[in-house]
């Protein structure tokens, strides 16, 4: 089994190659979606995280506005919310791995894959990258994003030219879908993966 870690910054594509990847039917565990669950209505994480930031959870589901403007910019705060979620996502993509254990590859869409230092786990890294302009224009196009919102989220993540110069391999997303889908084909069938497209 090949693990292949899927990261990038934000606003540079990485659900639209993830969901790539899925049509050309490697499983793909999102880590994103895995603590929005977590932090949803009855989730496993919300008790832990009303009791280190009270009142961030409404419902018994956290509310991500508020726990977003509690540790954004604030390193300790932000550390302490990692301290919670990480742990929780690592199991979650173990039980994933056994889960798809018959598989030739797995895809691991990972965020914060460098910030982590969570490289090692993984066989290959893919990051995707586009434009500044492009990735600035997508991302403010997002509900409840401001562009202070977005360079505060920009300041705690890896530069992307870092990601780029640690990947295995770089995937352009400024351009159509269609140039996106071969990039990531040839990937694929460099790793000796059929596409089945």
């Known amino acids: 089994m090949i693990k292949i870690a899927l990261t990038g910054s934000i606003g540079m594509g990485k659900s639209t190659v993830a969901a790539m990847a899925a049509e050309a039917a490697i499983p793909v565990f999102d880590a994103d979606a895995e603590v929005r669950a977590m932090q949803g209505f009855g989730g496993s994480l919300v008790e832990a995280i ?54 030739p590859a797995l895809l691991f869409d990972i965020p914060l894959l460098f910030e982590t230092n969570g490289q090692a786990a993984f066989d290959k890294v893919i990051v995707v990258s586009a434009p ?10 997002r509900a409840g994003m401001t562009p202070a919102k977005f360079d505060q989220i920009l300041r705690r993540q890896t530069a992307d030219a870092i990601k780029r110069e640690r990947a295995d391999f770089v995937i352009d997303t400024g351009g159509s879908l269609k140039q996106t889908r071969t990039q990531l084909d040839k990937i694929l069938a460099c790793l000796g993966l059929a596409t089945g497209r």
């Open 50 to 103: 009303e009791a280190r930031f009270p009142g961030t959870t409404i419902g018994g589901a956290v509310d991500r506005d508020l726990l977003s403007a509690r540790v954004l910019g604030d390193r300790d705060q932000l550390a302490a919310l990692e301290m919670i979620v990480h742990p929780a996502v690592v199991d979650r993509r173990a039980r994933f791995i056994e889960d798809h254990r018959a598989a």
């Open 132 to 141: 500044p302009a492009v990735q600035r224009a997508r991302v403010l196009t």
